[in-house]
Protein backbone atom coordinates (compact mmCIF):
# COMPACT_ATOMS: atom_id res chain seq x y z
CA UNK A 1 0.00 0.00 0.00
CA UNK A 2 1.42 3.63 -0.79
CA UNK A 3 1.44 5.62 2.23
CA UNK A 4 0.23 8.67 0.09
CA UNK A 5 -2.14 6.93 -1.41
CA UNK A 6 -4.15 4.10 0.62
CA UNK A 7 -5.14 1.80 -2.74
CA UNK A 8 -5.01 -1.53 -3.00
CA UNK A 9 -2.93 -2.28 -5.57
CA UNK A 10 -4.60 -4.43 -8.58
CA UNK A 11 -4.10 -8.38 -9.34
CA UNK A 12 -3.39 -8.00 -13.05
CA UNK A 13 -3.80 -5.99 -16.15
CA UNK A 14 -7.11 -7.24 -16.53
CA UNK A 15 -8.93 -5.70 -13.75
CA UNK A 16 -6.73 -2.43 -14.22
CA UNK A 17 -8.53 -2.25 -17.50
CA UNK A 18 -12.14 -2.76 -16.49
CA UNK A 19 -11.92 0.04 -14.17
CA UNK A 20 -8.99 2.65 -13.15
CA UNK A 21 -7.87 2.59 -9.45
CA UNK A 22 -6.88 6.20 -9.06
CA UNK A 23 -9.14 9.03 -10.12
CA UNK A 24 -8.39 12.59 -10.62
CA UNK A 25 -11.18 15.20 -10.42
CA UNK A 26 -10.76 18.55 -11.80
CA UNK A 27 -13.49 20.14 -9.73
CA UNK A 28 -13.03 23.66 -10.58
CA UNK A 29 -10.46 25.52 -12.18
CA UNK A 30 -11.01 29.14 -10.82
CA UNK A 31 -7.87 29.89 -8.27
CA UNK A 32 -8.17 33.05 -5.66
CA UNK A 33 -4.33 32.94 -5.54
CA UNK A 34 -1.90 33.59 -8.17
CA UNK A 35 1.39 31.62 -7.30
CA UNK A 36 4.53 32.64 -9.92
CA UNK A 37 5.65 28.99 -10.43
CA UNK A 38 1.92 28.24 -11.43
CA UNK A 39 1.35 26.52 -14.82
CA UNK A 40 -2.48 27.08 -14.31
CA UNK A 41 -2.49 31.05 -12.90
CA UNK A 42 0.86 31.63 -12.66
CA UNK A 43 3.39 34.10 -15.05
CA UNK A 44 3.35 31.17 -17.86
CA UNK A 45 0.07 30.08 -16.54
CA UNK A 46 -2.60 29.52 -19.24
CA UNK A 47 -5.58 29.56 -17.47
CA UNK A 48 -5.29 33.17 -17.67
CA UNK A 49 -6.26 33.38 -21.23
CA UNK A 50 -9.40 31.57 -20.37
CA UNK A 51 -12.07 33.54 -21.74
CA UNK A 52 -14.52 30.99 -19.43
CA UNK A 53 -13.83 28.96 -16.32
CA UNK A 54 -15.20 25.76 -16.00
CA UNK A 55 -16.50 23.65 -13.14
CA UNK A 56 -17.27 20.16 -13.13
CA UNK A 57 -21.13 19.67 -12.61
CA UNK A 58 -22.26 17.80 -8.96
CA UNK A 59 -24.62 15.59 -11.38
CA UNK A 60 -21.32 14.23 -13.75
CA UNK A 61 -19.19 13.99 -10.53
CA UNK A 62 -21.95 11.49 -8.83
CA UNK A 63 -22.27 9.84 -12.13
CA UNK A 64 -18.59 8.68 -12.29
CA UNK A 65 -18.60 7.92 -8.19
CA UNK A 66 -21.84 5.83 -8.90
CA UNK A 67 -19.92 3.88 -12.30
CA UNK A 68 -16.50 3.49 -10.39
CA UNK A 69 -17.99 2.57 -6.73
CA UNK A 70 -17.48 -1.12 -7.58
CA UNK A 71 -13.67 -0.96 -7.67
CA UNK A 72 -13.34 1.73 -4.51
CA UNK A 73 -11.27 3.92 -6.57
CA UNK A 74 -8.97 6.34 -4.96
CA UNK A 75 -9.81 10.04 -5.74
CA UNK A 76 -7.53 12.70 -5.66
CA UNK A 77 -9.52 16.20 -6.13
CA UNK A 78 -7.81 19.23 -7.36
CA UNK A 79 -8.90 22.53 -9.12
CA UNK A 80 -8.02 25.75 -9.28
CA UNK A 81 -8.57 25.64 -5.77
CA UNK A 82 -10.89 22.96 -4.75
CA UNK A 83 -11.57 23.96 -1.31
CA UNK A 84 -13.68 26.84 -4.08
CA UNK A 85 -15.49 24.29 -5.17
CA UNK A 86 -19.45 24.89 -4.73
CA UNK A 87 -20.36 20.90 -3.65
CA UNK A 88 -17.30 20.21 -2.00
CA UNK A 89 -18.87 18.21 0.94
CA UNK A 90 -21.09 16.72 -0.84
CA UNK A 91 -18.57 15.30 -3.35
CA UNK A 92 -16.90 14.23 0.05
CA UNK A 93 -19.66 12.54 1.84
CA UNK A 94 -20.10 10.75 -1.77
CA UNK A 95 -16.93 9.30 -1.89
CA UNK A 96 -16.82 8.32 2.01
CA UNK A 97 -19.85 6.51 1.86
CA UNK A 98 -19.17 5.00 -1.40
CA UNK A 99 -16.11 3.40 0.35
CA UNK A 100 -13.01 5.26 -1.44
CA UNK A 101 -10.32 6.89 -0.11
CA UNK A 102 -9.87 10.84 -0.69
CA UNK A 103 -7.03 13.35 -1.00
CA UNK A 104 -6.10 16.90 -2.43
CA UNK A 105 -4.58 19.59 -2.69
CA UNK A 106 -5.18 22.99 -1.33
CA UNK A 107 -2.95 26.67 -0.94
CA UNK A 108 -4.59 26.39 2.56
CA UNK A 109 -6.12 30.29 2.29
CA UNK A 110 -9.62 28.55 2.67
CA UNK A 111 -8.87 25.76 5.12
CA UNK A 112 -10.22 27.63 8.63
CA UNK A 113 -13.47 27.96 7.01
CA UNK A 114 -14.00 24.60 6.18
CA UNK A 115 -12.04 23.11 8.74
CA UNK A 116 -15.20 21.90 10.54
CA UNK A 117 -16.70 20.53 7.37
CA UNK A 118 -13.52 18.41 6.71
CA UNK A 119 -13.02 16.86 9.93
CA UNK A 120 -16.84 15.56 9.72
CA UNK A 121 -16.42 14.14 6.12
CA UNK A 122 -12.87 12.68 7.15
CA UNK A 123 -10.81 12.91 3.74
CA UNK A 124 -7.88 10.58 4.18
CA UNK A 125 -5.46 13.36 3.30
CA UNK A 126 -5.03 17.18 2.90
CA UNK A 127 -1.72 18.42 1.26
CA UNK A 128 -1.14 22.25 1.98
CA UNK A 129 0.91 23.56 -0.38
CA UNK A 130 3.45 26.11 1.08
CA UNK A 131 6.96 27.11 -0.31
CA UNK A 132 9.12 28.04 2.62
CA UNK A 133 9.27 30.57 5.54
CA UNK A 134 7.05 33.51 5.50
CA UNK A 135 8.88 36.01 3.54
CA UNK A 136 9.61 33.58 0.71
CA UNK A 137 6.13 31.92 0.47
CA UNK A 138 4.31 34.71 0.52
CA UNK A 139 6.76 36.21 -2.34
CA UNK A 140 5.84 33.33 -4.28
CA UNK A 141 2.39 32.61 -3.46
CA UNK A 142 0.59 36.24 -2.26
CA UNK A 143 1.00 38.52 1.09
CA UNK A 144 -0.84 36.55 3.88
CA UNK A 145 -1.14 33.23 2.46
CA UNK A 146 1.54 32.10 4.67
CA UNK A 147 -0.75 33.01 8.23
CA UNK A 148 -4.21 31.93 6.87
CA UNK A 149 -2.67 28.56 5.67
CA UNK A 150 -0.96 27.54 9.34
CA UNK A 151 -4.15 29.16 10.73
CA UNK A 152 -6.18 26.38 8.69
CA UNK A 153 -3.97 23.62 9.64
CA UNK A 154 -4.08 24.59 13.39
CA UNK A 155 -7.79 24.85 13.26
CA UNK A 156 -8.06 21.53 11.19
CA UNK A 157 -5.37 19.51 14.01
CA UNK A 158 -7.64 21.04 16.94
CA UNK A 159 -10.71 19.96 15.48
CA UNK A 160 -9.49 16.57 14.09
CA UNK A 161 -8.20 15.90 17.87
CA UNK A 162 -11.22 16.87 19.54
CA UNK A 163 -13.32 14.40 17.62
CA UNK A 164 -10.77 11.77 18.34
CA UNK A 165 -10.12 11.03 15.03
CA UNK A 166 -6.56 10.44 12.98
CA UNK A 167 -8.26 12.63 9.59
CA UNK A 168 -7.83 13.98 7.70
CA UNK A 169 -4.17 13.75 7.81
CA UNK A 170 -2.27 16.89 7.20
CA UNK A 171 0.71 17.19 5.17
CA UNK A 172 2.86 20.09 3.53
CA UNK A 173 3.76 19.57 0.13
CA UNK A 174 6.52 22.17 -0.82
CA UNK A 175 7.97 23.11 -4.80
CA UNK A 176 10.78 23.57 -4.76
CA UNK A 177 12.33 26.79 -6.92
CA UNK A 178 15.11 29.22 -7.34
CA UNK A 179 13.25 31.26 -4.88
CA UNK A 180 12.64 29.24 -2.47
CA UNK A 181 15.68 26.38 -2.79
CA UNK A 182 18.21 27.63 0.12
CA UNK A 183 15.60 27.67 2.57
CA UNK A 184 13.91 24.27 2.14
CA UNK A 185 15.56 22.90 5.26
CA UNK A 186 15.15 25.30 7.93
CA UNK A 187 11.56 25.56 6.81
CA UNK A 188 11.13 21.72 6.99
CA UNK A 189 12.53 21.90 10.62
CA UNK A 190 9.98 25.17 11.88
CA UNK A 191 7.01 23.09 10.21
CA UNK A 192 7.97 19.75 12.26
CA UNK A 193 8.93 21.12 15.18
CA UNK A 194 5.69 23.63 15.96
CA UNK A 195 3.16 20.93 14.51
CA UNK A 196 1.84 17.15 14.64
CA UNK A 197 1.96 16.85 10.69
CA UNK A 198 1.87 13.48 9.23
CA UNK A 199 4.13 14.23 6.37
CA UNK A 200 5.84 16.63 4.23
CA UNK A 201 6.71 16.23 0.11
CA UNK A 202 9.23 18.36 -1.24
CA UNK A 203 9.10 18.30 -4.97
CA UNK A 204 11.57 19.53 -7.82
CA UNK A 205 9.68 22.31 -10.38
CA UNK A 206 8.80 20.19 -13.05
CA UNK A 207 9.37 22.59 -16.33
CA UNK A 208 9.58 21.82 -20.36
CA UNK A 209 11.99 23.67 -22.86
CA UNK A 210 10.65 25.33 -25.79
CA UNK A 211 12.01 22.26 -28.19
CA UNK A 212 9.98 19.44 -25.19
CA UNK A 213 6.91 21.26 -26.10
CA UNK A 214 7.85 21.94 -29.97
CA UNK A 215 8.67 18.21 -30.32
CA UNK A 216 5.49 17.18 -27.94
CA UNK A 217 3.28 19.19 -30.58
CA UNK A 218 4.77 17.37 -33.13
CA UNK A 219 3.95 14.38 -31.57
CA UNK A 220 0.69 14.98 -30.92
CA UNK A 221 0.18 16.16 -34.95
CA UNK A 222 1.42 13.19 -35.85
CA UNK A 223 -0.05 10.59 -34.43
CA UNK A 224 -3.02 12.02 -32.30
CA UNK A 225 -4.97 14.33 -35.19
CA UNK A 226 -3.89 17.08 -32.73
CA UNK A 227 -2.65 20.61 -33.72
CA UNK A 228 -1.51 22.14 -30.69
CA UNK A 229 -0.84 21.96 -27.31
CA UNK A 230 -1.68 25.50 -25.29
CA UNK A 231 -2.16 23.96 -21.89
CA UNK A 232 1.76 22.26 -21.49
CA UNK A 233 2.82 25.48 -22.37
CA UNK A 234 2.48 26.56 -18.64
CA UNK A 235 5.33 24.55 -17.94
CA UNK A 236 7.78 25.99 -20.64
CA UNK A 237 10.70 27.72 -18.53
CA UNK A 238 13.71 29.17 -19.86
CA UNK A 239 17.05 27.59 -18.41
CA UNK A 240 18.50 30.53 -17.62
CA UNK A 241 15.59 30.46 -14.74
CA UNK A 242 17.21 27.68 -12.73
CA UNK A 243 21.16 29.24 -13.08
CA UNK A 244 21.78 31.00 -10.28
CA UNK A 245 21.18 27.97 -8.17
CA UNK A 246 23.81 26.32 -5.52
CA UNK A 247 22.70 23.09 -6.21
CA UNK A 248 25.45 21.34 -3.84
CA UNK A 249 23.50 23.44 -1.13
CA UNK A 250 20.08 22.28 -2.36
CA UNK A 251 21.64 18.58 -2.16
CA UNK A 252 22.87 19.04 0.88
CA UNK A 253 19.63 20.28 2.90
CA UNK A 254 17.84 17.10 1.23
CA UNK A 255 20.14 15.08 2.33
CA UNK A 256 19.76 16.59 5.91
CA UNK A 257 15.80 16.50 5.71
CA UNK A 258 15.96 12.63 4.25
CA UNK A 259 18.41 11.87 7.58
CA UNK A 260 15.86 13.46 9.86
CA UNK A 261 12.88 11.42 8.26
CA UNK A 262 14.72 8.10 8.34
CA UNK A 263 15.59 8.40 11.86
CA UNK A 264 12.99 9.57 13.06
CA UNK A 265 10.26 7.56 10.85
CA UNK A 266 8.54 10.40 9.56
CA UNK A 267 6.87 10.24 6.18
CA UNK A 268 8.85 12.18 3.55
CA UNK A 269 7.67 12.42 -0.24
CA UNK A 270 10.65 13.48 -2.57
CA UNK A 271 10.17 13.99 -6.42
CA UNK A 272 12.29 13.15 -7.39
CA UNK A 273 13.31 10.31 -4.73
CA UNK A 274 17.27 9.53 -5.13
CA UNK A 275 18.46 12.45 -6.36
CA UNK A 276 22.17 13.52 -5.68
CA UNK A 277 24.27 16.70 -6.62
CA UNK A 278 24.97 15.15 -10.11
CA UNK A 279 21.73 14.34 -10.67
CA UNK A 280 20.05 17.66 -9.76
CA UNK A 281 22.52 19.40 -12.38
CA UNK A 282 21.50 17.20 -14.94
CA UNK A 283 18.07 17.85 -14.00
CA UNK A 284 17.92 21.60 -13.95
CA UNK A 285 20.20 21.77 -17.11
CA UNK A 286 17.48 19.91 -18.78
CA UNK A 287 20.09 17.27 -19.66
CA UNK A 288 17.32 14.28 -19.35
CA UNK A 289 19.39 11.79 -21.34
CA UNK A 290 21.64 11.67 -18.75
CA UNK A 291 19.68 10.59 -16.03
CA UNK A 292 19.55 6.98 -15.83
CA UNK A 293 17.59 5.98 -12.91
CA UNK A 294 13.52 6.72 -13.60
CA UNK A 295 10.26 4.89 -14.74
CA UNK A 296 10.79 2.25 -17.71
CA UNK A 297 6.82 3.34 -18.66
CA UNK A 298 4.73 5.43 -16.99
CA UNK A 299 2.23 3.24 -15.58
CA UNK A 300 -0.51 6.13 -15.26
CA UNK A 301 -2.79 5.07 -18.25
CA UNK A 302 -3.18 1.61 -17.21
CA UNK A 303 -4.00 2.62 -13.69
CA UNK A 304 -4.87 6.06 -13.45
CA UNK A 305 -6.96 8.47 -15.62
CA UNK A 306 -8.01 12.57 -14.67
CA UNK A 307 -11.28 14.45 -15.76
CA UNK A 308 -10.90 18.00 -15.82
CA UNK A 309 -13.42 21.02 -15.13
CA UNK A 310 -14.37 20.58 -18.94
CA UNK A 311 -15.57 16.78 -18.47
CA UNK A 312 -12.55 15.90 -20.50
CA UNK A 313 -10.63 13.02 -19.85
CA UNK A 314 -6.51 12.32 -19.91
CA UNK A 315 -4.28 10.73 -18.10
CA UNK A 316 -2.04 13.55 -16.23
CA UNK A 317 -1.81 16.87 -15.60
CA UNK A 318 0.30 17.62 -18.90
CA UNK A 319 -1.92 16.06 -21.11
CA UNK A 320 -4.75 18.01 -20.96
CA UNK A 321 -4.01 19.05 -24.62
CA UNK A 322 -4.74 15.18 -25.69
CA UNK A 323 -8.10 14.61 -24.91
CA UNK A 324 -9.63 10.70 -24.67
CA UNK A 325 -13.49 11.03 -24.38
CA UNK A 326 -15.85 13.52 -22.47
CA UNK A 327 -17.83 12.62 -19.55
CA UNK A 328 -20.43 15.10 -20.40
CA UNK A 329 -21.23 13.08 -23.15
CA UNK A 330 -20.17 9.16 -22.84
CA UNK A 331 -19.84 7.19 -19.18
CA UNK A 332 -15.97 6.82 -17.70
CA UNK A 333 -16.32 3.06 -18.50
CA UNK A 334 -16.09 3.36 -21.46
CA UNK A 335 -14.15 6.09 -22.64
CA UNK A 336 -11.34 4.16 -20.05
CA UNK A 337 -11.52 0.89 -22.71
CA UNK A 338 -12.38 3.38 -26.05
CA UNK A 339 -10.41 3.03 -28.83
CA UNK A 340 -8.32 6.74 -27.96
CA UNK A 341 -7.33 5.08 -24.50
CA UNK A 342 -5.90 2.23 -26.62
CA UNK A 343 -4.39 4.16 -28.51
CA UNK A 344 -2.15 6.36 -26.00
CA UNK A 345 -1.63 3.71 -24.11
CA UNK A 346 -0.30 1.36 -27.27
CA UNK A 347 1.69 4.67 -27.89
CA UNK A 348 3.10 4.49 -24.33
CA UNK A 349 3.89 0.75 -24.99
CA UNK A 350 6.88 1.77 -27.05
CA UNK A 351 7.21 6.03 -27.00
CA UNK A 352 7.72 8.22 -24.30
CA UNK A 353 6.07 11.83 -25.10
CA UNK A 354 8.77 14.24 -25.15
CA UNK A 355 7.26 16.19 -21.93
CA UNK A 356 7.39 13.00 -20.19
CA UNK A 357 11.00 13.30 -19.28
CA UNK A 358 10.78 16.95 -18.22
CA UNK A 359 8.79 15.57 -14.98
CA UNK A 360 10.08 14.71 -11.55
CA UNK A 361 8.12 12.41 -10.87
CA UNK A 362 9.23 10.22 -14.08
CA UNK A 363 12.64 10.02 -12.63
CA UNK A 364 11.88 7.72 -9.14
CA UNK A 365 10.77 3.63 -8.76
CA UNK A 366 7.42 2.97 -6.94
CA UNK A 367 8.54 3.70 -3.29
CA UNK A 368 7.68 7.31 -3.12
CA UNK A 369 7.69 7.82 0.53
CA UNK A 370 10.68 7.05 2.84
CA UNK A 371 9.76 5.32 6.47
CA UNK A 372 12.52 5.35 9.09
Known amino acids: MDALNPVSQATGLASLLRMPKWIFLQLIESCNLRCRMCYEWGETGTYKEKPELKQLDLDV ?19 GEPLLYPHIES ?28 VRTQPYQIWVSLDGPEEINDAQRGKGVYRKALEGIDEVLRLREEAGSE ?6 TCTVTPLNYHRIESFFFDMISA ?10 QSYLTEEDHANYVHVLQEHFDTDAAPFSRGFVRGLADFEQMDLAELNRQLEAIRAYSREHQFFLNLNPKDFNLEKLDDYFHA ?13 QPWTTTEINAK ?21 IQSIWNGPKYKQFRNYLKKNLFPICTACCLYYQDNTLVEKG
Open 61 to 79: VRRIIEDCKDSKPHYDLFG
Open 91 to 118: VLTMLRENGSTVAFPTNGTLLKRHAAML
Open 167 to 172: YPKIGI
Open 195 to 204: RKLDAMSFEL
Open 287 to 299: RWDRITAHKKRCP
Open 311 to 331: GDVTTCHAHYDLTLGNVNEES
